[in-house]
């Protein structure tokens, strides 16, 4: 009886290390940093203590090892990256804001209540209209300069 309790012990102790040892060789390459915006898109993949990073535009993949050269430059497109995915964000709800408003005084206005001709209603509207249209034109201006550093570090990156 302890014999086979022995032998079960030694079996179940091979198949936990043979499956811990596959489960170590796939963990050994493990995706750290994933995102996509604006046509661009970068993966970070570390394997046995070094980054490897897969930057694209528009699926044409380049894979790139880190090194002391490049660092800084694939952490910028990282930032730019993600910078893009924000201020697109930034805008769609900056524009459906003021879109908001729009319609609003277009409603207002086909039923001809008397909101539109108090001054200070008219004054508050215009003034969040001014905000919005502002706060779209500022985003559009941020998105295109983000677009146009990650040209820039995607260029530099694939060029190296």
């Known amino acids: 009886m302890k014999s086979k309790l022995l032998l079960m012990m030694l079996v179940f102790t091979g198949l936990f290390l043979i499956l811990n040892s596959q489960h170590k060789a796939i963990a050994s390459s493990q995706i750290i940093r994933e995102d996509e915006a604006g046509s661009y898109q970068y993966t970070v993949i570390m394997e046995h203590e070094t980054f490897t990073w897969e930057i694209g535009y ?11 050269q490049n660092q800084a430059d694939l ?18 709800l900056s524009v459906c804001y003021l879109l908001l408003i729009v ?14 001709k108090e001054a200070l209603l008219l004054l508050i509207i215009g003034a969040l209209g001014g905000i919005a249209f502002y706060v779209d034109f500022q985003t559009t201006l941020e998105l295109n300069h983000s677009l ?11 060029q190296k």
């Open 58 to 68: 528009k699926g044409n993949v380049s894979v790139i090892k880190e090194s002391e």
């Open 148 to 158: 146009n550093d990650a040209k820039y570090y995607y260029l530099v990156l694939i």
């Open 75 to 92: 952490h910028r497109f990282m930032i730019v990256v993600g910078d893009i995915s924000a201020q697109k964000l930034r805008l769609i």
């Open 103 to 116: 319609i609003t005084v277009v409603i207002a206005q086909k039923k001809k209540k008397e909101m539109l």
